[in-house]
């Protein structure tokens, strides 16, 4: 039966526990992130995502507070709205000290805060006495750390591990180790400041007695450390917190900022920049969104491309750095295990002991045929949004291979469109952006065979050729950028005679290695109004539909309607909604003059982060539908925060106000803008062109919204098209 789970697909995320119901919180930062419960708490669980992580390993698996025996109780977490820093409140239960007298509930409080820096997790742990006497009290930390590979903690089974070494004990802490099979050692450090009373094998114990009205301090830092590299340089606690608050700030520098006169759609954009603040990472070529937190805290081609794109018109850096970095890691030869092939651009890269055994061909995987014309795409549009010509010129070599690589090798059959079908044994077996193993189907719900051409691929093809047109035209070579215009127009034919179903008024979603079409209504249909590629009044058909009860919750656009034979709303790709999928469809739906889709679109993505704790997007959350007074259902293994979820605010807004920069010519445009009628008020401050800044005002009237330049420094044009 095609509803049964294939358990031999290898990169499906077991759940024997959900990320929505434990409401974990999360830290990240470079290398190394965090997941712990709302206590601050680590749980050992092999297969669950509690721990410190570093470099694809978890070096923490265990960091269980207690006072005395018991655990304490909570009163209150919360998270700085920069993401910068968590701290915990609890205070006791009721006590029997000694044996002999109880100390009342709430005669303390303990106050846990938590950062990261530099591959090591600082925390400081503060008790005070509100009582009358002074009180002696007893705090156990326990701790572990199985050295677990992300994929093992994710549900995946080895045959074999490495080994662990002798736990090291000192005054002042504990050291962990582990030998893996890839002959690395990976080691954690645990320092406690001032020292404990009692180290033992697996935690140690605080003993003191402190003064009414007074409180004591401790300072825990937990470094995750691998031997070949140099050992860092361990800071204190508030060194370490003054260095993390002047990077954020700095790296926040360059970005615009948006205020608008609702305070609640200011918590979600706020909450999702400093997501994605948390998400990116330095890299040789610069800025890098991660994908996401737990499982995809590493460079993704398609997601860094992706919110790339989204952020663009708030921070062209981060387009820069990921356009640098896909350079750098472009495929040079034909490697099968990793379905490399030249030209290709990266699907994702890891780190730890899987990896670099080959158990998982995950540490340069190749598998995505989206990313090698999306990165076409950044390229163009980052050019067309910064004027940065020199760095253009640098790219060119390398969008001149992904084209190669579009003709070529992403069209192995002949059949004139970009196609995809794995070459490796351990590679995914979808290779869109949608890629479970079951997402890809005809419409009688049985699997597609390859190679498989989705639509929205050519779609990204189209005007990937467009784009690299204008590129060749800048860069003086006339010639190939006509060549690539008719290129582009005879893909565009082709594909309105392949792709159009009219039974369904919308797009296949894919055609199967013998070019018969998927006649399922999907997401992926509105994907091709982003591109450009469809007709203007089948685009709009589609968006029409899109709109429909079959696809709208009333959250957001499901990835496919509720008639085809896989839809279930609790699905990964069949029926959930997911935030980044409808911010690329309300682009296109804008750009095809209809305005309105994009604005319901806008609102019910809205509505959803009302919802959710911290005003933060899931990675997607489930298609049931909406409920009167309800919140939307969420899913239980979602990655949270995810980069394109975070980012997919700022491309919806930017949609509605049909904004676009062009900085070669320092031109700001607003064609047709729209608000909905929460937003009266939007206003974009340190909105960078070139060497030129802005501060814009945008206020909805009846028919219209009017645009204001509060502040203009250096030469920018605004234009407003009613």
Not at 95 to 121: A, E, I, K, Y
Not at 132 to 156: M, N, Q
Not at 563 to 588: C, F, L, Q, T
Request: a neutral charge.
């Amino acid at each position: 039966m095609h509803d049964v789970i294939r358990w031999n697909d290898q990169y499906y995320i077991r759940a024997s526990s959900s990320l929505a119901d434990g409401r974990t919180e999360v830290l990240k930062h470079g290398e190394t992130f965090a997941v712990f419960d709302r206590y601050g708490d680590m749980h050992q669980v092999l297969s669950g995502p509690h721990g410190l992580y570093h470099e694809g390993t978890r070096f923490l698996s265990q960091f269980e507070l207690l006072l005395g025996t018991q655990r304490l109780m909570m009163l209150s977490a919360s998270v700085k709205k920069d993401n910068a820093l968590i701290t915990v409140d609890l205070t006791n239960s009721d006590l029997m000290l000694d044996g002999q007298w109880r100390v009342p509930r709430g005669t303390l409080h303990l106050s846990r805060t938590r950062f990261l820096w530099q591959g090591t997790w600082h925390e400081r742990i503060r008790v005070h006495n509100y009582g009358t006497t002074k009180l002696p009290i007893s705090i156990t930390i326990g701790l572990d750390a199985d050295f677990a590979d992300l994929f093992e903690a994710r549900g995946r089974q080895r045959a074999r591990r490495g080994c662990r070494l002798k736990t090291i004990r000192s005054k002042s802490g504990l050291v962990f180790g582990y030998k893996g099979l890839d002959e690395t050692i990976r080691r954690t450090y645990v320092r406690c400041s001032p020292a404990p009373k009692q180290m033992m094998a697996d935690g140690f114990r605080i003993e003191s007695r402190i003064p009414p009205s007074a409180d004591m301090t401790w300072d825990i830092a937990v470094s995750c450390e691998i031997k070949q590299r140099r050992n860092r340089v361990v800071l204190s606690y508030g060194r370490a917190q003054r260095e993390a608050e002047s990077a954020l700030q700095e790296a926040s520098a360059a970005d615009a900022h948006v205020y608008t006169s609702n305070e609640q759609f200011n918590h979600w954009l706020n909450r999702s920049l400093a997501d994605l603040h948390m998400l990116i990472s330095d890299t040789p070529q610069g800025l890098y969104p991660y994908a996401g937190v737990p499982w995809f805290s590493v460079p993704f081609g398609r997601d860094g491309i992706i919110t790339a794109l989204q952020m663009l018109w708030m921070n062209p850096n981060i387009a820069r750095g990921v356009l640098g970095f896909l350079a750098a890691t472009q495929a040079t030869e034909a490697r099968p295990e990793q379905d490399a092939e030249v030209g290709k651009i990266l699907h994702e890269t890891r780190q730890g002991e899987m990896a670099a055994l080959g158990e998982i061909p995950f540490g340069r995987y190749y598998g995505s045929v989206d990313a090698t014309p999306l990165f076409i795409v950044l390229a163009g549009a980052y050019y067309e949004r910064s004027g940065d010509r020199e760095f253009l010129v640098t790219l060119w070599p390398h969008v001149l291979r992904a084209l190669d690589w579009i003709d070529q090798s992403g069209d192995p059959t002949g059949m004139g469109f970009t196609t995809y079908a794995r070459r490796s044994a351990k590679g995914l077996v979808h290779q869109g952006w949608k890629d479970s193993h079951d997402s890809i189907f005809h419409t009688d719900g049985t699997a597609v065979e390859g190679p498989v051409a989705l639509c929205e691929v050519q779609a990204y093809v189209y005007r990937a050729k467009r784009a690299a047109a204008d590129m060749a035209r800048v860069l003086g070579d006339h010639d190939q950028a006509d060549r690539l215009l008719k290129e582009a127009d005879s893909l565009q034919e082709r594909f309105e005679r392949a792709f159009w179903c009219e039974e369904l008024g919308s797009y296949a979603l894919a055609l199967d290695g013998r070019g018969r079409p998927c006649r399922v209504r999907s997401s992926n249909a509105g994907h091709c109004l982003y591109g450009g590629i469809a007709e203007q009044k089948r685009g709009l058909r589609t968006a029409h539909a899109l709109l429909g009860e079959e696809f709208f919750s009333g959250w957001g656009i499901r990835t496919i309607a509720t008639s085809e034979a896989r839809y279930n709303p609790m699905s990964y790709h069949n029926g959930s909604v997911w935030p980044h999928d409808n911010a690329i469809i309300a682009a296109g739906m804008a750009a095809y003059g209809y305005k309105q889709g994009a604005v319901k679109v806008l609102t019910g993505i809205f509505d959803a982060s009302l919802f959710i704790e911290l005003h933060r997007l899931p990675e997607l959350f489930c298609g049931f539908s909406r409920r009167p007074d309800e919140s939307p259902t969420l899913y239980p293994t979602a990655c949270s925060p995810q980069a394109w979820a975070a980012g997919a605010g700022f491309q919806l807004l930017q949609a509605c106000l049909g904004m676009q920069i062009d900085g070669t010519r320092r031109l700001v445009s607003f064609d047709r803008p729209v608000l909905p009628p929460f937003l009266e008020r939007v206003q974009i401050r340190n909105l960078s062109v070139g060497t030129a800044s802005l501060d814009l005002v945008l206020d909805r009237h009846e028919n219209e919204v009017a645009v204001r330049v509060a502040r203009r420094i250096g030469e920018v044009e605004v234009v407003l098209t009613l």
